[in-house]
């Protein structure tokens, strides 16, 4: 060992853009899991219309991970086809 620290890698969280899941729904899942505030929620919500997605959150992969669960897990629940991936920076 050099001892050295290796900084982890970052993930993005995105939502992706389905044209079924209602916008209030998302907004939930947007203010629960990455604390949004209105104004940027707004930016979010048009990134996704306009772009097909956008990013929601940043970090270290295991918490990406459970963001991507979380959210998808709830989005089933209520039968919304809502699409939640974590792409490595």
């Known amino acids: 060992m050099n001892g050295k620290v290796c900084k982890p890698h970052k993930y993005a969280v995105l939502f992706q853009n389905d044209d079924t899941t209602p916008e209030g729904f998302v907004r939930t899942l947007l203010e629960a899991l990455a604390g949004m505030s209105k104004p940027k929620m707004d930016r979010v919500l ?27 897990g709830l989005a089933r629940e209520k039968g919304y086809p809502l699409n939640v991936v974590a792409k490595r920076l």
Do not use: M, P, Y
């Open 46 to 72: 048009k990134s996704i219309q306009d772009n097909g997605e956008a990013e929601v959150w940043r970090g270290i992969k295991a918490i990406a991970d459970t963001k991507v669960a979380l959210a998808t």
